[in-house]
C-alpha cells in the first residue's frame, strides 16, 4: 500500500471534548509526523515519533499528544478541546535515514464547536 | 518575526505567464529546501527538493536556492489551470529528528 492515508476526513467536535485522529503511514516509513494548519496559514508542526518514541516537539501543549504502534501506524489525541483547535490536521511520515523529504495525507479537518 | 516569510498573495496571472514564488528566510542552519503544492482540501504534495544553494528544473518548474542571501524562489513557466493552488515553501536543517518549517503559502489562479 502506497501513500499516507488518514481518519476521519471530517469531524466536529463540542469545545472540552476530546478527540482522537488516526494516520496510517507510508509504507515503509518509520518516521511519522503531525502537523496542525489553521485556515490561510501553512502547516505547524506538533510532534514527530520515530520508532514508538516522541522524537521531537512544536510548541503544542501537553493536551495534544500522540501514539506511534509497531506497523507505525500513528494516533493524534487532543483533549480538553478549544475553539482555536479547529484546523486541517496533518500527518506526514518518512524515513528516518532518507533526506528526501515527506509524505503528507490529505489531513483531517477538525471543527470545534 | 517569523522564521520564514511567504507573500500569502493572493496572485492571479493569464495562462501560459511566467509565475514566480519567493520566500525568505532568517534560520542559516535549513539546508533543505522544498516547495509543496496544495489543492483545495488536500494535504500538500512534494514538488521541488533543493539541498544548498543552487537551481534545479523539473519540466515547467524551477527552483532556485541563495543561502547568501536566505531566499528561495520557485518559477512556472507556461503556466497552467491545473497550476491553480497554494504554493507552500517548507525547509528543514537536517532530517534526523528536526521539523518541516512552512511559509504561509501563496495562493495562486491562473486565469484561462
Known amino acids: 500500500e502506497t501513500g499516507v492515508t488518514q481518519s476521519p476526513t471530517h469531524l466536529i467536535k463540542t469545545r472540552g471534548q476530546q478527540v482522537t485522529l488516526r494516520c496510517s503511514s507510508q509504507s515503509g516509513h518509520n518516521t511519522v509526523s503531525w502537523y496542525q494548519q489553521a485556515l490561510g496559514q501553512g502547516p505547524q508542526f506538533i510532534f514527530q515519533y520515530y520508532r514508538e518514541e516522541e522524537n521531537g516537539r512544536g510548541n503544542f501543549p501537553p493536551r495534544f499528544s500522540g501514539l506511534q504502534f509497531p506497523n507505525y501506524s500513528s494516533e493524534l489525541n487532543v483533549n480538553a478541546l478549544e475553539l482555536d483547535d479547529s484546523a486541517l490536521y496533518l500527518c506526514?511520515?518518512?524515513?528516518?535515514?532518507?533526506?528526501?523529504?515527506?509524505?503528507f495525507g490529505s489531513g483531517t479537518r477538525l471543527t470545534v464547536v | 518575526q517569523k522564521e520564514v516569510e511567504q507573500d500569502p498573495g493572493p496572485l492571479s496571472v493569464p495562462e501560459g505567464a511566467i509565475v514566480s514564488l519567493n520566500c525568505t528566510y532568517s534560520?542559516?542552519?535549513?539546508?533543505?529546501f522544498m516547495w509543496y503544492r496544495q489543492y483545495s482540501r488536500k494535504g500538500p504534495e512534494l514538488l521541488m527538493y533543493t539541498y544548498s544553494s543552487g537551481n534545479k528544473e523539473d519540466g515547467r518548474f524551477t527552483a532556485q536556492v541563495d543561502k547568501s542571501s536566505k531566499y528561495i524562489s520557485l518559477f512556472i513557466r507556461d503556466s497552467q489551470p491545473s497550476d491553480s493552488a497554494t504554493y507552500l515553501c517548507a525547509m528543514i536543517s537536517n532530517f534526523g529528528n528536526e521539523k518541516l518549517t512552512f511559509g504561509t503559502g501563496t495562493r495562486l489562479t491562473i486565469i484561462p
Open positions: 506526514a511520515s518518512s524515513l528516518a535515514t532518507s533526506t528526501y523529504g515527506y509524505t
Open positions: 534560520n542559516s542552519a535549513f539546508q533543505y
